[in-house]
């Protein structure tokens, strides 16, 4: 193995979500059995302890061979600098008792923090990868937060939600997940995560076609498919109490593969990247798009797909929802650019969390949206 040492960092290593990936990627499923890495597990608090004492054990007794060193540390500093990759795992996961907004103000504030520490010691060529919730909305923040950094090196996981489309079709037609192709993910990474069938195709009996043809199923695939797949996480907290840890490990090993090695040629994938203006979306919005990856690290939106009125509309809606859960997180860190009215602010909620301030890792007291239990517990906080 003749190539550098790759130095891979994973945040929120403490979680189920973190020791999944980090597993993955110590036994070679993302970057091969042939490259050697540098795994940086990254927590802090009490966790940190959690990582060293169990998870890191764990972790090396499984598949220590292409990890030369393993660090655990809860300076975002001396993890980001220098590293290769970046899967930012952490933040608080879509749970009972926390609204949307609570995930939003909670997260954006690690974000903040994350994308500080990025700009003052990441290199111009990492690669960051958000998966913590709201993936649109903590790519915006990020975004925000490292002008040092190019927009293209960042992205985030819509992964999940194409993969269960395809399972989908595929358990309807009775074929295996990969010969289905081209599902895509438009908008925000929500339960109104609006998904594409039209444009995709499939493998049957050796016949390449498109996948309504496939399934001549309109009503099925234009309401109950579409209902089904934006409440598959709901479904599965409320009816197996856990999150869907799994699911979203092997979404981002292969999300991340497209990424630094390209897509098949006439294949795309869906990632959340930031818009460049195509399909009408505003530049500079972080939107669910298909992606085609022909040079290995860079990815281009895939373009000439027809969108019909129907499709068109929910673009516009997707995209006015992650403007305004963007605005809600930019009013609770009191940005120059939140100054405008936010949809979701009809309880005052931004105004709540302006008068709450707590403090997290290495930054400075910012505005917060309102601690449930759960999380004060989660970031140690003594209010």
Not at 8 to 19: E, K, N, Y
Not at 126 to 136: A, G, S, T, Y
Not at 247 to 275: E, F
Request: net charge neutral; proline share 4%; with cysteine.
């Amino acid at each position: 193995m003749n190539r550098p040492t790759l130095k891979v960092v994973v945040t929120g290593a403490s979680s189920d979500l973190g020791l999944i990936l980090a597993h993955m990627i110590s036994k070679g499923d993302l970057f091969g059995l042939d490259q050697w890495l540098d795994l940086v597990l990254v927590e802090h608090g009490s966790k940190l302890k959690q990582v060293r004492t169990g998870c890191l054990p764990e972790l090396m007794t499984c598949n220590p061979r292409l990890v030369r060193k393993y660090w655990c540390t809860s300076s975002m500093d001396q993890a980001f600098t220098d590293a290769d990759v970046i899967f930012l795992a952490s933040g608080t996961p879509p749970s009972h008792g926390l609204s949307r907004n609570d995930i939003i103000g909670t997260n954006a504030l690690e974000s903040r923090a994350f994308g500080q520490a990025l700009n003052r010691v990441a290199k111009s060529s990492v690669k960051i990868v958000v998966i913590m919730d709201p993936q649109n909305t903590n790519l915006a923040v990020l975004s925000y937060f490292t002008p040092e950094l190019k927009p293209c090196n960042m992205t985030a996981l819509s992964r999940v939600d194409q993969n269960r489309a395809s399972t989908m079709i595929a358990r309807m037609l009775n074929i295996a997940n990969d010969k289905v192709t081209n599902v895509t993910m438009w908008g925000n990474r929500s339960q109104d995560i609006f998904p594409d069938i039209r444009h995709a195709t499939v493998d049957l009996l050796g016949r390449t076609m498109p996948a309504y043809d496939a399934v001549k199923d309109d009503f099925y695939l234009k309401y109950k498919f579409i209902e089904l797949l934006q409440n598959r996480d709901g479904d599965i907290q409320r009816k197996h109490k856990s999150h869907t840890h799994l699911t979203t490990a092997v979404a981002t090993v292969q999300h991340t593969r497209d990424w630094l090695l390209g897509t098949k040629p006439g294949q795309w994938t869906s990632m959340i990247v930031i818009s460049d203006g195509s399909y009408g979306i505003e530049k500079g919005l972080p939107f669910s798009f298909p992606v085609k990856v022909t040079t290995p690290g860079e990815w281009e939106i895939a373009q000439g797909l027809h969108l019909n009125y129907y499709e068109a509309d929910k673009l516009m809606e997707r995209a006015l929802e992650v403007k305004n859960e963007r605005h809600f997180a930019y009013s609770i860190l009191q940005l120059a650019e939140a100054q405008v009215s936010v949809k979701e602010d009809e309880e005052g909620e931004v105004e709540k969390a302006k008068a709450t301030t707590w403090h997290f890792g290495h930054a400075d007291p910012i505005p917060c949206s309102i601690l449930g239990p759960l999380e004060r517990e989660r970031m140690g906080s003594s209010m």
